[in-house]
């Protein structure tokens, strides 16, 4: 089919030339990188407990080095003054010479000198803060876990550039008298929204899916309080499946306020006294992490605008101080959880600390003995969400502190291959893929080798970034290698579609959705492929149904990465709109429509063992974001990107999405596209597929279908396109 | 010359069947094994100062594991009450189901059931106390740092036997209410003996060598209050050259007592005040790890016997919570220093917990990033100390919970060989040898060699103890392969000796001691090369002589397995008599008879440098015992034993050495022989060299010069030899 289309381009803005936000230089807290994180990642995860019984992670739980050396050569004009904060045990040395004591002042003699200061600190990550007139701990000083100071200078292989958070949501460390470990994440308080008392117990309504500590007023008496939580009234009235609870002894003769000490998530709570017990009332402190939203989405359809709120909402309870996988259960990073929140955050929040923050915890430390959280596929999420981050960020540095574990954990990886060069799941190691029915994890699972070659290609990508150019090509040739084992051992010509595994050397005859949906917009497959594959496995009804929000993020993902927005868009209403006309108030851990009443909340064998509030349940912010209003980097940190925006059969939409320069603006209706952009150089693109069908269109650039614009920073750009 | 000996064995003692004490079962700490060790480390090594400035180690420190699974199997007659504390959060499981809350008694059932209890614990390494009627935690219960509990139980490689310390010196951890963490080094108080008083000072005296925390009475006024610390008046006395000192800011309106923070090494005390800062008087709080002696070490020499009391009261300053270097400066767990107390150890106290606490510590947690203090030999003295180790005490179990970092370990080292499969400093290499004057490190160096051959032996010892067949054979051809190398690439014929080191593919012209007389007590020499290189090396003056006492260890060492107990002896009393007769109270670092008054202070450029009381310096204890008694197991925990008097000119000697089934006893005179053991079988040697030129003797077995008798456990043997 062939369209006309009219392009009108107007400039209407003014020239606005991009430029960085010039910070005022300041100090800052710095620690070794990853160091904070895994501590704090630690504290985290241990706050999970299961009917009151602590409930920790099943894998090696890292630690920060305990004793590090900060160090930074400075050019003084003059002598300066400079004051140092530490976290532990510390001394200073000025060219090589200890300062005496535990200096809190230290003048630094004009010229050329270096600054060391050494911390050890057991209980926390060693962590400095020092200002002066031009010297401030930022990350341009070096910190180190071994300085044999008394050996050859080049022995310090393990120098790195410090970490700080600069642009952390929830404080910057820029406050000398906070050091981090002090770091909490801020409460506010909130209310009930209804009560029903009975003659032993109150039910509490909080209204919706919230987060925080439960506050007991006016609490009196003798005898046992039990708190169940529940994200349904039916959890929270079932006083032997409800997952979370508390349970308290009371001896209080007068009245008092007790705060519960561990968060948790509920939307009711059902309190159970004995003896004679009583209290006031209830409330609760909201517990979040302040994460203001920089991006957005509106529509013309109020059913999917409902969903991007609850999607919206879900996202910020599960991003916490870290990115976790849902709030009521687990409450840990997960890997392949963390690696979609990362996707939606840039989109929505762009807090990228908490991405670095979360990726550091996941990594910790070597040396490796497990797959991340033993999954194999996590691991692989892993590298994924590095080469992501620095193409939403641009942030080298990042990707340079990494280099050194992202090389261990792929060698540890690469060591476990069989003698065909494929990974199958070996002792302890747990092949996940998806929460589906008789799923196989046997043999070499075609999606495990393509998360891994696209691992593999992330390598190379950041060996190049990292200045190691013997790497870049080693993981280069070895990701070619086996993208090309990929269809050489799993494409079957007959079922037309990646085949799921191979076993015993053959590869087997079950088709699933995961390998064929990742290599459509890997763009692993060409477009007749894509095609192809479309039909014989997406749009397909006889291949095995994806019942998790999970891996329903892909499908849709490569649906739309096809142009296919007018039928993801459907399938949005009808399944995030499902968990809403179910009176979901946050998305959900998975979702059957065919199961009924409180049967939706079982899962793992449990009758409330399903979340009701899971990061991954969030996806729409991302899809809208990147697939209707269109907007994606093409280079790292936005310097280059893409907007190709998709109407998907709304009337309008509008939008911004987050770059490093701030935000790009963008208005698309029927007749019209509006964008501001505020850096980068960008292609607008516009194609007789994703415009409304309306109109008569032709082409004015670049072939008959694709329509193209360049927008530069700063200007707006108004693009009328009528029938000629 | 021919000599003959009557051997008239006397039957004296009842037999006593050996047997192992047979403890009650009892309950005890339990941790991941090392990590209260490596936890307890890190606090010992941070309290080192330099003139009030924090002083820490140059190398990475490493960290217990966080979050620890402790897990047994039982079986019962009958339910049994278990009670749990932990140090940290933790939970318990039952058959893989948790029990709910933090329980302090859990009823387990009768039959065969699993219990679990993981514990979290950022601060302190994970521990528990868990006891019944019949369970107890105990090394019995398995330990992993990575549960994989979702995951085939094939996928538990990280399962290790818990430790737990019964026969610490200082305390065995069977108190519930005591957690590790809590463990404090006891203290005692003492006086001074003298004062000098002047106007603004006074100059306390404490008779001798000392450590601990110093005690100022009734402290008033207002000022600055400084304190010397010395351990030579001298020192003392010094400003601006003591190498310790507190300085205090007093304001006291009324009298107080005040306990300085940090405990110091010194024998004397120098008390500055300025202001109207006054005090009563000063007394000092004694720490001691308070082991007890088990071996002893008398004869017919005053001089002799003061110089191995002396050397105990230096072994006992600087055995601690761990085997320190000396207790004035470093305080550091040093390698190459602890092998050698540790060999003392097993002829004094035998407290082989503080022998393992010390290995545990030094070899810290993978990855490994450099040798072992940054020193290359100090690597290869921590393999050879777990071959001692295994040898005086046969405890299989620490080679077990060891062996996969002892291969971690060798594995580093091995893939640093050049080409030529030999060891060079490479950057971040500290090649020491010994504190020599012009001692070149460059290049290949032979003694470098020698140990990694060494270590290279104890890895295939400990691989067959840990049953890896293929790792005994692998690390056997590698050392064998080596030591033939030693020989190829060293062996000067034209000197009679194994040169220093080679460089640039070609052996130097230098020979040194070290790798020479190490050949000779390694038994990497034959007997005609012995005594070759006794003439060529040991006792040729043109040879660059050793002034270290650390070093003079080993010459004596090789001297006396060579048999010239009666030149060593003359050694002995020049060289440690040399330092008593200066005056010391404790043994030095290093002694040069060469320089005089407080020169003899003087170290590392700085006048009050040198250590006063350093391990290294007591080896008389070991030289005594195992070369003149003669005492030395011959198989794992003295199952067989060898027993080779040598009296070297005294006219008698009686002693005890420690075995882990009690003491060995024996008197020697220029008459007659009594020995009693309490376990294994030994072997008595006699021979006509080792005994006093006096008598006449004849061989009764194994050729003219050897007299051998076998010792059973529980008798006394008595051998009176005479003239025929």
Redesign the interface.
């Known amino acids: 089919m062939k369209r006309n289309l009219l392009l009108l381009a107007v400039f209407v803005g003014t020239l606005l030339l991009y430029r960085n936000t010039a910070f005022a230089q300041k100090a800052r807290w710095i620690w070794y990188p990853g160091d904070f994180d895994i501590?704090l990642s630690?504290?985290v995860q241990?706050r999970r407990t299961?009917?009151?019984?602590?409930?920790?992670?099943?894998?090696?739980?890292d630690?920060?080095?305990?004793?590090v050396d900060f160090h930074k050569v400075v050019d003084l004009r003059e002598p300066e003054a400079m004051s140092i904060r530490a976290e532990g045990?510390?001394?200073v040395k000025i060219d090589a010479k200890?300062?005496?004591?535990?200096p809190e002042k230290v003048l630094v003699p004009a010229g050329r000198h270096k600054i060391n200061v050494?911390v050890?600190c057991?209980?926390a990550a060693p962590s400095i803060f020092v200002s002066g007139k031009t010297i401030f701990s930022d990350s341009s000083w070096l910190v180190t876990?071994?300085?044999?100071?008394?050996?050859?200078e080049?022995?310090?292989?393990?120098d790195l550039s410090a970490t700080s958070y600069l642009q952390a949501a929830y404080g910057d460390f820029t406050d000398p008298l906070r050091p981090p470990s002090t770091f909490r994440l801020p409460v506010v308080a909130q209310s009930a929204v209804r009560v029903e008392m009975s003659p032993r117990s109150r039910l509490i309504d909080f209204g919706k899916e919230t987060f925080g500590f439960l506050r007991l007023h006016g609490l009196k008496g003798n005898g046992r309080l039990t708190v169940y939580y529940g994200e349904s009234r039916e959890e929270a009235l079932s006083a032997a499946g409800a997952e979370t609870l508390d349970?308290l002894q009371i001896a209080l003769q007068d009245k008092r306020d007790t705060v519960m000490p561990l968060s948790k998530a509920f939307r009711f709570v059902n309190i159970v006294g004995d003896g004679n017990v009583r209290l006031d009332s209830v409330s609760m402190l909201y517990e979040y992490a302040g994460m203001p939203d920089k991006g957005s989405f509106t529509c013309s359809d109020t059913a999917l605008n409902r969903i991007y709120e609850v999607a919206r909402y879900t996202l910020h309870l599960c991003s916490r101080e870290f990115f976790i996988d849902g709030i009521k259960r687990d409450r840990w990073i997960w890997s392949g959880d963390a690696y979609q929140s990362h996707l939606m955050n840039y989109y929505l929040m762009n807090d990228n600390t908490t991405v670095t923050r979360t990726l550091y915890a996941l990594r910790g430390k070597?040396?490796v003995?497990?797959h991340i959280n033993?999954i194999m596929d996590y691991t692989f999420y892993w590298f994924m969400g590095i080469y992501d981050y620095y193409l939403f960020t641009g942030d080298k540095l990042f990707v340079r502190q990494n280099y050194d574990r992202m090389k261990?954990l792929i060698n540890w990886v690469l060591a476990r291959r069989n003698q065909d060069g494929l990974l199958e799941g070996l002792?302890?190691?747990?092949v996940f893929i998806d929460w589906a029915a008789g799923l196989s994890k046997q043999g070499e699972v075609s999606f495990e080798q393509l998360l891994f070659a696209r691992s593999l290609e992330t390598m190379a990508l950041c060996a190049g970034l990292a200045d190691d150019t013997a790497g870049a090509s080693y993981y280069g040739e070895l990701a070619s290698s086996l993208k090309k084992k990929l269809f050489d051992y799993y494409w079957s010509d007959r079922q037309q579609a990646l085949v799921h595994s191979r076993m015993n050397g053959r590869p087997t005859e079950t088709v699933t959705r995961y390998a064929n949906m990742f290599a459509i917009f890997f763009n692993y497959f060409n477009d007749v492929q894509k095609q192809t594959v479309k039909k014989s496995v997406l749009l397909n009804d006889h291949i095995q149904k994806i019942t998790t929000p999970y891996m329903r993020f892909y499908e849709l993902e490569a649906l739309c990465a096809m142009g296919e927005q007018a039928y993801v868009l459907k399938e949005m209403k009808e399944y995030w709109g499902g968990m809403l006309r179910l009176g979901a108030t946050s998305f959900w851990e998975e979702y059957n429509p065919h199961v009924s009443g409180a049967d939706h909340y079982a899962m793992y064998g449990r009758p409330f063992g399903k979340s009701l509030c899971h990061a991954w349940g969030a996806s729409p912010i991302y899809l809208l974001g990147k697939y209707y209003l269109g907007i994606q980097p093409l280079s790292a940190g936005y310097g280059t990107y893409l907007v190709q925006p998709a109407l998907g059969g709304l009337q309008w939409m509008k939008g911004e999405a987050p770059t490093p320069g701030g935000n790009i603006r963008l208005e698309v209706s029927r007749r019209q596209i509006k964008i501001k952009a505020p850096g980068g150089v960008g292609t607008l693109r516009v194609t007789s597929k994703t415009l409304p069908k309306g109109g008569n269109i032709s082409p004015t650039k670049k072939g008959e279908n694709i329509y193209e614009i360049t927008i530069q920073p700063g200007r707006e750009y108004v693009i009328n396109y009528t029938a000629i």
Do not use: A, C
Request: glycine fraction near 8%.
């Open positions: 501590w630690n504290k241990n299961e009917r009151g019984s602590f409930f920790p992670v099943f894998w090696k739980m630690n920060h080095y305990v004793l045990t510390f001394n200890l300062v005496p004591g535990m050494k050890f057991q209980e876990y071994e300085d044999k100071e008394w050996i050859d080049t022995g310090k292989t393990s349970q070597d040396p003995t497990s033993t261990s002792p302890g190691d747990w």
